[in-house]
């Protein structure tokens, strides 16, 4: 009787499944589309044409220390700009050390950062042309800044970085076209600089040429970049002033997509100020990105800083008088 209980207790083990062990090593097969789209903030589709857009400028010859596919490095690093954590958390994503992603994070970010010029640039004159249709529905061009957390530098200007709501920053400038899209942006400013003086001292001031910026109080008024009134006295001001705000909300609105995509921008970045400039790039060249093929923005999170407000930027007479003209011909 044991020996036939032993027999029919074998033959009930070889009727179990085997075990499955799923490969976790690529993410692209081991995902879902859902659960790739919540982890990456993208598609699977838009993954894939990343990693060809960036394989001709990350392949090396040697193979020496048996580096990761670059299939694996770009998809590392993409997990680190969309969940902003750990590297030690973003490595567990394939078992690589926290020091391997982190020279990962460097390198794709460099790579990244070399395709500014064919995805974040100033409209030229064909591109205005079609721009002023829909510049007539939502306004013109919109500057404003955005802070960015970093961590405290160990350098002795390290309280420069400290902007106005009293924790460490670089202050990013950004450009908004009507699609949404990085038509410009500047990185290389401390957290206390103020916005006026890093679009005094931008390219963009000296070569704009056309069209109007819109900006906040922030900066100054002058003959092509409008501010609102501060204390506005007639109706003309007050539509002037209510039309300038809903327009500039695009800009706001941009800033908000990219954050809440790339939700390393939230969290503090822990890189020196030098690599944190080419995290920054590279998530604005990426957003540029998937905003041109139609990638759906990220579910919008409120953001819970305390709006501190910014020194009103002095503004010349000229600028003064050319704001009041346009308020008349425009608003009365």
């Known amino acids: ?95 690589a050390s926290e020091a391997t992603v982190c020279r990962i994070v460097h390198k794709v970010s460099r790579a990244i950062c070399e395709l500014r010029s064919l995805y974040i640039k100033f409209p030229d004159a064909a591109h205005q042309a079609k721009y002023k249709v829909q510049f007539y529905e939502y306004g013109q061009f919109c500057i404003d800044g955005c802070h960015v957390p970093v961590k405290c530098p160990s350098t002795p200007d390290a309280e420069e970085y400290r902007n106005r709501k009293n924790w460490f920053s670089i202050n990013v400038q950004g450009v908004c076209t009507p699609n949404v899209e990085f038509s410009n942006i500047v990185v290389r400013w401390k957290g206390s600089t103020h916005d006026s003086r890093i679009f005094v001292n931008s390219s963009l001031c000296a070569q704009f040429q056309s069209g109007l910026l819109l900006g906040d109080s922030g900066y100054g008024q002058s003959n092509f970049l409008f501010t609102p009134y501060i204390n506005p006295t007639t109706a003309e001001q007050q539509r002037y002033n209510r039309a300038h705000i809903r327009t500039r909300g695009m800009v706001e609105r941009m800033f908000g997509i990219w954050k809440n995509r790339f939700q390393c921008l939230r969290n503090t970045l822990r890189f020196r100020p030098r690599r944190c400039c080419k995290v920054i790039i590279a998530t604005a060249v990426l957003h540029n990105y998937l905003k041109q093929r139609c990638c759906p923005d990220p579910p919008m999170e409120d953001d819970d800083e305390a709006d501190v407000p910014m020194t009103e930027a002095a503004s010349d007479q000229r600028g003064l008088a050319h704001r009041v003209a346009f308020t008349l011909q425009h608003f009365s």
């Open 1 to 95: 009787m044991e020996d036939l209980e032993y027999l029919n207790e074998n033959q009930h083990a070889q009727q179990r499944p085997a075990r499955v062990l799923v490969d976790r090593s690529d993410p692209l097969h081991y995902f879902d589309d859902a659960a790739f789209q919540d982890c990456f903030r993208m598609s699977k589709e838009n993954a894939v044409e990343i990693i060809s857009l960036l394989e001709p400028r990350l392949s090396c010859l040697s193979l020496r220390g048996r580096p990761l596919p670059i299939s694996l490095q770009v998809l590392l690093t993409l997990r680190f700009f969309a969940s902003g954590t750990f590297h030690r958390e973003s490595g567990d994503l394939c078992g």
